[in-house]
């Protein structure tokens, strides 16, 4: 596969993509760059597509309309819905190399249930657990008694990131296993219910390329997920992040590498699942130990937004090292320095929120690069169009020095509403970097 330089698709609309995309637009590898549907801030980066991203046969026609070399798939919902399956079962698309899992892969995302299963049977460190469903939701009932509070109880599908639940009493537990179970909650995505151990520790992100065989290990990453500050208030799809993570010391690592990384890419093999693209690992440290939280089948969002620009290497290069399984003789270099991401949402997400507002002041951040995620052109404006607007990401020599630039290109960007978590990373400032900020 000597095919250079390269039309790619991206498929995807968030911060991530934007991401993907502000970094696959340096390679020298590229030729053309579409997004779809991409958002205001990739038209920066290539060319948008105002196709969905779960029409695979529209998206079939215009990958051979415009003679694409390669599909890089962002999000999970196309992933588990078997987009890369749909490639290989077209005569004309199935040489065209997708970078995402097959269905068979994306599972580790989509089922709870299966992600579980696929850990015991590796041997890979995560929480104690046990599956129900509505026929035999009473013995998850008394399951529930077995365990200590507080209690988690996660839909087995894709629930748009709500399916997971930490009641802190056994009744509560209780009723919310009856919701989901019998009176399915989650509609079909909590048709089975894992329950599991309570971890207590501390979550941090660590993401996996992989041909399928050998494997890249990209810098680890920290999100905040509540939408107050001091973790506060309801989850939301992430409020910032950064990396690399203090806490996540090389001996840490080594262990996640040697426990977690190498019995999953083992495993995939093993079990003949020819996984292609990213493995995003969601831990927990319980005193200096890893254990898996969760798996999905691609790049975080916003772990995205401070990660890519770690990288140093040309991430089309690595790309075509997936597609054609020679990974591990590609050169991966990270940046030493710190990133931050800041993630600017709309006034009351992640409730009900509304769209169109008109944002101004981009032109004046000069210190920071802005990942737009909810936003599109509106004639010669830009207007918000989600939750997450704008991952705001800044480089420093310090922690404190990439939040500081951050935070104030955040300052300088308005709209009505306008949000984001004035504390991202700060837990994480060790007493020198506070000293010398
Ligand atoms: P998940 O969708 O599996 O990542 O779960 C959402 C969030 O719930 C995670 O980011 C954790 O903060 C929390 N969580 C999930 N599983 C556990 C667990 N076993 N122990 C403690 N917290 C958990
Ligand atoms: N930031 C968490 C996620 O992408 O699932």
């Known amino acids: 596969m000597g095919t250079s ?32 549907p991409g958002n205001a801030g990739t038209q920066a980066f290539g ?40 490639f290989l079962e077209q005569e004309q698309l199935k040489a065209i190399p997708v ?31 046990q599956t129900f469903s509505k026929e035999t939701l009473a013995e998850g009932l008394r399951f529930l008694e077995t365990l200590k509070p507080p209690y988690v109880l996660k839909a087995d599908g894709l629930a748009a ?11 509560e537990a209780k009723s919310e296993l009856t919701e989901m179970l019998a009176h399915a909650k989650f509609g079909d995505a909590s048709a089975k219910v894992v329950i599991e151990e309570f971890l207590k520790g501390i979550e941090l992100s660590v993401f996996v390329l992989t041909d399928g065989t050998s494997y890249k290990i990209l810098p680890a990453a920290k ?11 309801p989850n939301t799809g992430g409020m910032g992040a950064v990396s690399p993570v203090p806490f996540a010391s090389p001996e840490f690592l080594q262990k ?22 990213f493995i995003f690992i969601g831990l927990m440290n319980v005193a200096g130990e890893p254990f898996v939280i969760e798996y999905n089948c691609r790049m975080g969002d916003p772990e995205t937004e ?33 990133v931050s991401a800041v993630m600017l949402v709309a006034g009351g997400y992640p409730g009900e929120y509304e769209k169109g507002k008109v944002i101004e ?54 709209y009505e509403g306008k949000y984001y978590r004035k504390d991202i990373g700060t837990d994480l400032l060790t007493n020198q970097d506070k000293n010398h900020g």
């Open 256 to 277: 996640v590498e040697e426990r977690i990384v190498k019995p999953t890419i083992n495993g995939l093999v093993q079990e003949g699942i020819n996984y292609k693209g």
């Open 47 to 86: 060319t948008n597509v105002a196709i969905s991203e779960m029409d695979f046969e529209a998206i079939g026609e215009f990958v051979l309309e415009h003679s694409i070399h390669m599909v890089i798939v962002g999000p999970e919902a196309p992933l588990v819905k078997g987009i890369h399956d749909y």
């Open 223 to 233: 999100d905040y997920k509540r939408i107050g500050e001091r973790d506060t208030g």
């Open 361 to 414: 002041g981009l032109e004046n951040v000069k210190d920071s690069m802005l990942f737009h995620s909810g936003t599109r052109p509106d004639g010669k404006r830009t207007v918000t169009n989600g939750g997450r607007v704008i991952a705001v990401t800044s480089y420093g020599k310090t922690m404190q020095e990439a939040l500081q630039k951050s935070f104030s290109s955040a300052e300088m960007i308005k």
């Open 5 to 36: 330089p390269y039309r790619i698709l991206l498929i995807g609309s968030g911060g991530r993509e934007s991401a993907f995309a502000w970094k696959i637009s340096q390679s020298p590898k590229l030729e053309t760059l579409y997004i779809l």
């Open 99 to 129: 970078i995402g899992p097959k269905k068979d892969g994306a599972a580790l995302e989509g089922s709870k249930d299966f992600s579980k299963q696929f850990m015991q049977r590796h041997n890979i460190p995560t929480a104690w657990y």
């Open 306 to 338: 401070a990660v890519i620009p770690r990288i140093k290497s040309d991430l089309l290069d690595l790309f075509e090292g997936v597609a054609s399984g020679s990974l591990s003789s590609r050169t991966f270099e990270v940046d030493e320095r710190f």
């Open 161 to 171: 990131g709500k399916g997971v639940v930490i009641p802190a009493t056994l009744s």
